[in-house]
Structures are given as C-alpha cells and as structure tokens.
DNA sequence: TTGAAGTCAATGCAGTTGCATGTAAATATC
DNA sequence: GATATTTACATGCAACTGCATTGACTTCAA
C-alpha cells in the first residue's frame, strides 16, 4: 500500500507498521460497510452518532462529537442535519451557549443503535475475537494508543 | 468511537481493539491527509497508485490496483481517468486480455511520487516511528496482519 | 464452435465530502 | 464596556463516492 525504498525518511519498522494498519482498517471497514449495506441499515459513521447519544442522554453539543468522532466540522454538522430528518436524533438550544445546540437520541434513534449493533458486533467479533486471544488484543490496543497519543501532528 | 454494554455479541478485548484500530487509523490518516493538503499535494490514494505504478514498470492493470489498494472498482476506474487527465499515468491496451488496459507510469508521475513521499514519511515516522521502538512496530505489524488475513466474510 | 456465464472496465445518477467562507454568539483586550 | 478575536455551527460549490447497470471481451462446457 505504500512502502518506498529510498530511505532515512522512515524506519522499515514504522513504515511496515503503517502499511499493515492501512490494510487491516481498510479491510475490516470495508467489511463493517458492507455487512451493514447487506442488512439496509446506515454507515458506520451514524452508528458512531447513535451511540455517543445513547450514552450522553443529557445532551451533548456538535463539538464533542467532532472531537470523539475526529470527523470534520462540516461532516458533523450536516451528518446531524441528516439524521435529525431522518428523526434519530432532536438538536435543542443550548442554555448554556447559544451558539450551538444540544443534541438528544429519539427513541427511534435508539431503536436503530440496537438493530445496527448485532451486525456491525458479527464483523468485529470475525475480524477481532475470532483472530486474537484475548491477551494479543490487549497487546493490540495498547500499541494503537500509543500511536494516537501523538496528539496534535 | 464504538463500544455497546449490551454483552455477548463481541468479546469487551476485540471491541476495544476494534476502537483503538479506528481511532489509530482515522488519527493518523488525517494527519497525513492534512501534511498533503498544505503542501498542495493530492491525497494519499494518489500517492498509493503512484507507488505501484512506480513498482510495476512492466504495467499493471486496474484490476490488480483494486485487489492491493482494497479500493472499490468504480473508484478505481474513475481515480485513474483523473490521473490520467493529470498526466500522471499512461493507459494502453493489454496484449494479453482485450478488455482491460495497462497501466504505467509517466515520467511526470514518478517526479510527483517523489515530492510526496518526503511529507508522508514525516508523518508516519511521528506517528508510528516516534512512538513505537523497532520491537514493538514489528509486534503492531504482526498482530495487524493476523486480523485481515480473515479474507471474507 | 457457439452460446452461457464470468471478468474487466466505464458511467449516469444521487448522495456525500472537502474547501472556503459566512453568521452569530462568546471571550479576551484595552 | 466597546472592539477584536475566537469559537460554534452552517452552507454554496466543486469534487468524489456508492449503487446499479452496461458494454466489451474471455472462459467454460457441451
């Protein structure tokens, strides 16, 4: 997928590691994708809204999800739009800030998280829990934080 | 980015692996996305055809592309016609097989590749050659490719 | 060999994304 | 406490993607 010869820029190591962690994303993704596509059901992406919602029932602001998504603004802002047409979600002014507003999960909305979630689980427990013991997971998690620990760039 | 309490679809080791590979992948190809872009560059799929062409001087067709890149066959053919439009690859007809078109690499293509690789190198040698030591990239890399060797599914 | 089935690519259309910019409110500065 | 800066979010436009389908060739099988 990448990986150049001529050298000093970069180890082979960390270079090796790049490409493997491009691939195994793409892949998996690629598989979430499709498993959910099969089952007529949204992305990935509206799944991840879902359940921040589901999980923040006081509300949570556009910002907040921008930063736990790491999706661009204008991504959020008009993936909102959408799911809120789509009735899962309600947008609610902000008495604490009126700039923005307080996004809260309909019960429809929480109604599709459950439906999504046995789909998108069947692909990670495939591409994960089937491949890795439970130690080389750990192993597996604890290396992928450390790389985006890294925070700004 | 993803994980549900409801238990027993997905062991709670692959669900978080599962999410780290996200953010992990999502972080750092953002990075890079952004080093290209403000060094007016073209995206790292660009980079990615470039790099293959540049390893298959003898040609390559556009469905080997797919199958290295993970890249769906529609997006292919349509990233190609714009690098084509771009002067930075040349397609001519297969000898060996009618419908499709060998792919190369232009001149113009490889100067691009070039400039490229220095801005993405930088990138992934802060992410993965900073942070991680030659031992632990290798275990990243191992534990990595064991997920997307799952082929299907 | 011929026709049925499979493979390699291209494309119209609708939906999504990136970029640049705009509006409004909050915060900082003096 | 008025102005400048920053922050939260929205949006027009152009580029890109996914889906479904098509066209053109190859392969397989009787």
Redesign the pocket.
Known sequence: MVKNESQALVSEAAETAWIALLRAHRDATNAAEAAL?AAKLPSL?WYDVLLELKRAPEGL???DL?RRLLI????V??????MEQAGLLK?AP?PA?????LLFLTKQGLVLQKKMWPHYAGVIERRLGATLSEAEAHRLTALLSKVDEQDPA
Chains 1, 2 share one sequence.
């Open positions: 596509r992406y602001r556009a910002v921008e661009a603004q204008y991504n802002s008009r993936l909102l739009k959408r947008r902000d800030d009126a700039r923005g507003r």
